[in-house]
Structures are given as C-alpha cells and as structure tokens.
C-alpha cells in the first residue's frame, strides 16, 4: 500500500531565502507525482506534475525533482517571498487516476 | 469565472441531519472526484465520476451518496451527519485524456458536525 510521507510538517524561514519541501513514498511504481499548493479558503493549486519517466519540471521560481528509485521529491523554490507562504501537498498517482496524498508542509516565509 | 465551485463554503449542523454539498465545473471535464480532508491534512479520495457514471466508490459509509445529474455536477449528500464526518470536502475535475492527471480543485466546504 502506497504511502506518502512530507518533511518537515512546518518551516519558517526568512524572505529571500532558498528552501526545500521533501516528499517520500514507499512504492516506486507511480504514474506521476504531482505538488500543490493549499491556500486557505482558496482550494488547491496544482503547481508542477512529473511523469514517472521524468526527473525535473520547472515553473518560475520552483522546481519538483523525481527519483523513483529512491521513492524521493523535492520542491525547490527560489527566492522564496511572504506570497509563498502556504501548505505544500506532495501527491503521488497511479494508473487509475487515483491521488494518494502526504499531509503537507505548512510554510511561512517572514517579511 | 470559478472552474470549480463548490457549495456552501461552509455548513454547520447537527448530528442527526441530513446535508448537501453541491459542486459544479465549468471546464467541459469528464471526470468529477470529491475528496475528503481530515483533521491531520491528509486528503482522501471518496467518489469518481466519469461521465455521470460512478467509477471510484472507495470504503465510504453508505450514508454518503454522491449523485451526479450531468457531467458538470456532482453532489454529495450525506445522511445522519456523524460528529467524524466534520472535515473539508474537497470537489476537483479532470478531462478524460490519456495520461491527463492534472486536477482542478474547488475551494472546500467545512463541515462542522455538532
């Protein structure tokens, strides 16, 4: 059974910092991995889908990494800003079109 | 225009009754899913539309019925509200294609079981 695992459960870093969301699952045959963004009251926003037989996608300032192997994604982002500030979802995807989701990473970045 | 709306926003009740929450799309997708949020942040998923035609039923009590009257709708209906069924329910869409697995989430209805 698929788990998905994020660390940490919360991070506080100044503005203009660089940072990195982890993401771990426990069974390497995927069919992609998606992150979202969750802003209260607003929903969830897909912000970068990697297909299994890719290693990277990059939009803007973030960029999701992929190793299957390991069962690992990162979300990088830089340049982080106060608008940044946010939970960060790592959800996995099988063949099924089904999402199995982490709890997420709360992020604030202080002005 | 909101690709995905969900009502209402936010709905307090007994235990006991009997509530809807509504969620519409207005992206021509086929494929509708509401999912459920607990009190930990883990989203799970509970029903799939394609089409107006259930795919995904996972282990959901059977006082949840989702009903889907076109493929732009898709309502969930709960019965006998438990004090556990508090939680955010999430509706989100996708198009049938191949290998599309991008979803379009609502915005959440919070449901408070008193």
């Known amino acids: 059974k698929q788990e998905v695992t994020q660390i940490p459960a919360a991070l506080s870093v100044p503005e203009g910092e660089n940072l990195v969301l982890n993401c771990s699952f426990t069974?390497?045959?995927?069919?992609?991995l998606q992150w979202f963004r969750q802003d209260p009251g607003k929903g969830l926003t897909s912000l970068l889908l990697?297909?299994?037989s890719q290693r990277e996608q990059t939009s803007g300032r973030l960029n999701a990494s992929l190793d299957k192997s390991s069962g690992r994604s990162t979300l990088y982002i830089a340049a982080s800003q106060p608008g940044d500030s946010a939970t960060y979802l790592c959800?996995?995807?099988?063949?099924?079109?089904?999402?199995?989701w982490g709890a997420g990473t709360k992020l604030i970045i202080k002005p | 225009d909101t690709a995905v709306s969900q009502t209402p926003k936010y709905l307090v009740t007994q235990m006991g009754n009997d509530k809807s929450i509504k969620c519409e799309q207005n992206?021509?997708?086929?494929?509708m899913y509401w999912y459920k949020q607990d009190s930990k942040k883990f989203l799970k998923i509970m029903f799939s539309?394609?089409?107006?035609?259930?795919?995904i039923n996972e282990t959901v009590p059977n006082r949840f019925s989702p009903k889907s009257p076109d493929k732009a709708h898709l309502n969930l209906h709960i019965n006998s509200l438990e004090l556990g069924d508090s939680a955010v329910y999430f509706c989100?869409?996708?198009?049938?294609?191949?290998?599309?697995?991008?979803?379009?989430f609502g915005a959440g209805s919070r449901l408070t079981v008193l």
């Open positions: 959800a996995v995807g099988d063949s099924n079109y089904q999402l199995i």
């Open positions: 992206l021509g997708h086929d494929t």
């Open positions: 990697i297909q299994s």
């Open positions: 069974d390497s045959a995927i069919y992609n």
């Open positions: 539309y394609n089409n107006k035609e259930l795919i």
């Open positions: 989100a869409s996708r198009p049938h294609i191949s290998g599309a697995n991008v979803l379009t």
